[in-house]
């Protein structure tokens, strides 16, 4: 069946001699991978369409049963200039795609997903600093569409609202509730892991895996509140000081490794120096 959508290209990669196969982000269907053949010779049809990190309308023949799908027409939609021309925008919207291709399934449609993408990606094109705090917001938010939404302001066990004065302290942060842990239930719980020892050895096994908090103090809860409210075009503007970013960063990536078997640590992210501490293991 000849089918019609928007799609954002992930990423692509050569094929045989003349072509090559791309995976994008489609509006109406999820991630996929398509052939484009001829895409490779000189005057191929599809242009600069088929670039990655570019919005097209692409036209397909769509297959129920397989895995790659024949592409016969594409069309530039966005083409994102400054993205493609400046390399720390670059290194954010790779990263972007990245962690797309890496936690979305196949052919699993979720418009939701293609807008938060969508706008993370005209947020970098016409942003004029802080491009890694987008990076940051569409990890918040992208946890949520998955159904990991983390709290900020509520107790992560007993539910109850912290208090003016408790939101202002150092607080466990539960990974698999996402969010802090009041003082009353803190004593009814174990031990809270230091994030350098759950890096260095990774997620502990069995019942204890369940039950993994870290400490977040109270700079890094509210800039990731205000990541996870505010509108992608305004977080540029957030300012915050060097340690907090670490430790947004180090909290980030716990929170999707905990809760995203397929999590792995972005290669772009590390290629284009955003990330702010060194390789670290995965959950096994």
Not at 128 to 142: D, H, P, Q, S, T
Not at 168 to 190: H, I, M, T
Not at 207 to 222: C, D, E, H, K
Request: hydrophobic content about 40%.
């Amino acid at each position: 069946m000849i089918e019609k959508t928007g799609a954002i290209v992930l990423k692509s990669m050569k094929y045989r001699d003349t072509s090559k196969i791309v995976t994008v982000y489609a509006k109406r269907f999820g991630k996929m991978s398509c052939l484009a053949k001829g895409a490779r010779t000189a005057k191929n049809k599809f242009g600069s369409s088929l670039e990655v990190l570019v919005e097209s309308e692409i036209v397909f023949y769509h297959k129920q049963a397989r895995d790659l799908h024949l592409l016969s027409q594409a069309s530039t939609l966005r083409p994102f200039k400054k993205i493609h021309a400046e390399g720390d925008r670059l290194g954010v919207a790779l990263s972007i795609a990245e962690l797309v291709d890496r936690l979305a399934h196949e052919q699993e449609e979720q418009a939701d997903l293609y807008g938060l993408l969508l706008d993370a990606l005209e947020a970098l094109e016409h942003s004029a600093k802080n491009f890694v705090n987008i990076l940051y917001a569409f990890e918040v938010r992208l946890a949520g569409l998955f159904g990991y939404a983390p709290n900020f302001t509520r107790c992560a066990r007993c539910g109850k609202a912290l208090g003016t004065a408790e939101q202002e302290r150092l607080l466990p942060f539960l990974l698999d509730k996402g969010g802090p842990v009041c003082a009353a239930c803190r004593e009814s719980l174990g031990p809270v892991s230091e994030p350098s020892e759950i890096i260095r050895l990774g997620f502990p096994s069995g019942g204890a895996f369940s039950r993994v908090m870290i400490p977040l103090r109270a700079p890094t809860r509210r800039l990731l509140e205000r990541l996870a409210g505010a509108t992608l075009s305004s977080v540029p503007m957030l300012e915050y000081e060097s340690a907090t970013g670490n430790e947004l960063e180090e909290t980030l990536r716990l929170y999707l490794q905990y809760h995203f078997d397929r999590f792995r640590p972005l290669r772009a992210q590390a290629l284009f120096g955003l990330s702010r501490a060194a390789e670290r293991p995965v959950r096994s």
